[in-house]
């Protein structure tokens, strides 16, 4: 039987696989982050998380993240764009702004500049359907949780948010 570090190791080995961007090899190394052993109280939570990491859908859908990411750069999206999300998306969601509405229009303009090129708006909308992806959050929570870190609120809907503020108005 794999142990628990074999396993993620494997999964990260797959999804990075010829992927050399210093970046991207950063978050791998977080994705392999394991405590020593699981303990029982724990088991739940490694159980779930092994069995994300041998779904075949999963694991495209983290490569094909992995390597977007690689080729033009959208880890800039996670560093720069993510903060403004949060402080601005997330109190819209909290408040339930619509984003379709004029408020939601200007809560966008916070967030995403009126002068962003199309192909830019574009990439950021496609980065923001991967990371509105309830597994990819769910694999960082199983972490967390195996890890004992503080759990983190869920950002998923923040990030839907600006993705159909960014539709309807751009």
Do not use: C
Request: hydrophobic fraction near 45%; charged fraction near 25%; aromatic fraction near 6%.
């Amino acid at each position: 039987m794999n142990s628990p570090q074999r396993i993620v190791d494997g999964f990260v080995d797959r999804v990075y696989a010829g992927i050399d961007d210093e970046d991207a090899l950063v978050i791998a190394a977080f994705m392999r982050e394991l405590p020593a052993t699981i303990p029982p109280e724990k088991s739940r939570a490694w159980d779930e998380l092994s069995a994300l990491v041998s779904d075949p859908d999963f694991e495209a859908t983290m490569r094909r993240m992995a390597v977007e990411s690689a080729v033009d750069n959208r880890i800039e999206f996670g560093l720069n764009v993510r903060p403004l999300i949060l402080e601005h998306a997330r109190p819209a969601v909290e408040a339930d702004i619509t984003p379709d509405s004029e408020r939601g229009r200007m809560i966008l303009n916070r967030i995403v500049p009126t002068e962003l090129p199309a192909a830019e708006q574009h990439a950021l909308l496609s980065w923001l359907a991967a990371v509105t992806d309830r597994r990819i959050e769910r694999y960082w929570q199983l972490l967390d949780e195996l890890n004992d870190h503080t759990p983190m609120p869920s950002n998923v809907p923040a990030f839907a948010w600006l993705a159909a503020a960014l539709t309807a108005h751009r």
